[in-house]
């Protein structure tokens, strides 16, 4: 379980978003919604500990985050990012090993143990046909799955992913979201995503949290969303 | 699926022993094998200098464009060379000023020294998100600042030591004798080993800083240690061989061309090789050239730069 109290987020000393207060149970899928520019990637930062709390508590299973180091915390959560990934010649194949490494030793060598992981998720996102193809030589809808696949084989707990629905084509969108809700629900990871598209994950996720333009964080479930008239204030729909 | 860069190190491990031999036997007095002083006091230390030096200068390249993901650094695009030079020259014009015993050390330092100056300016100005093509000038401007530093200081020096300077700055993998080789093999063994540890954290830093960070890499610290063997690769090779172009940029993208993956547990021996490669292939030039007494510097030109121009033109979307 992750938890988090007063949390302050923000960047060089700058907050962006405070008072925030909430959750995220293994086995849970969850979407962040929000206006441009309102601080969603910010937070997401902050959650995933790229850029350190600027005050409050962020705490795994009661432990505090300052006190579990990198290596651990790779073990703990994964993420797929927007950065552009711009290695030429490097293969899908490589690209997911990679993900392996917080386990391996010194050299980056793979165990039987690690090979049955790799196998598992590429069985899982069917990305079977494209693993001996280049990354950069793939669709966008590939690539994303093939940056989840990376995520999914480091084995973590906690899953993040900064607007994986962006620049994919409807199709795609639909299937990513399958996916998440098999890793949430069946392999039960704790799934956390921030997204624009309201209509794909109304029917899919557990939770919708909206970060308002006074920067308040509402957590409610899509259907009391939908009720509480949050969603049509904030997006102007 | 590990057959193909197998086979491509093999095959540029072949190339090189090839070059090996063909120097060893054959150099400026022809074709022999008999006589002792030619065979260990001349060529053999030049054969095992431009193996080392190019295969340093070649790993550094490819540390630096790891570290900066931009497939046009290299040590001399990125001015790296250039403090380094900085460095050598105010240790060899400056030589009447350092104590006798320690200027056997000062050159090695103070060409680290200057390589590691830049390069932490270079390192800081990429904190300050700079684009790469800014980064390339900045390069461009650290390698004309140096220059002029250095054109003062040829003024204002006696003629002795700014020759001493001009002959080193014409860059050489000729100039080292047979005492100065077992202080340089140490150097290089120590550079080898420091790269060493780095090729899993290099993976993973591939993909990104914020990835690698992911996936429990102390970049910070990551980068520092990056940023110290790059400087002592440079600085080792600039110090004994003076400055040579072209070799840390191009051998990359060679090896690359052949080996076809980024993982760089197979790609760093692959350009180390290509590096050497390169370095001996000038020095088999040289030696059919000799009549005109052409430089190490001139013909690395010749090969590198229609090298990159072909790069370039090949991959659009790099900058």
Redesign the interface.
Known sequence: MIEFKNLSVGFHHQTVLSNLNGEIAEGKLIALMGINGVGKSCFLKTMTTMNPPISGELKIDNVDIKDISSLEMAKIMAVVLTDKIQADFLRVEELIRLGRSPHTNFWGGLSENDNQTLDDVIKLLKIESIYDRYFCDLSDGQKQKVLLARALVQGPRYLFLDEPTTYLDIPSKIELMKILKIVSHEKKMGVFFSTHDLNLIEDTVDEIWLIDSEGVLHKKSPVDMHLSGLLQKNFNI | ?KVRPLITIFSFLLITTLLVFILFAYGDAGFTLDNEVVLWQLRFPKIIVGLLAGGMLASAGLLLQVFF?N?LAGPDLLGINAGSCLGVAIAIMGARFIPPALVEVSLPAMAMLGALAVFLLLGFLVQKNISRISLLIMGLLIASFASSFISILVNMTPSLQVKNFLVWSMGSFQGLTVTELPLFYALSFLGILAMMIL??KL??Y???E??A??????VRAFKIILILVCSYLVAVVTAYCGPIGFIGIIAPHIA?TF?????I?FVMPAVFLVGSILALFTELILIFTSPYSLTTNSILGLIGAPVIALYLFK?R?ML
Do not use: T
């Open positions: 699926m993901q497939p090729p899993k993976n993973q591939i993909i990104g914020n990835y960070k992911s996936m429990g890499v102390n690359r080996i076809k993956r980024s993982d547990r991959e979307r």
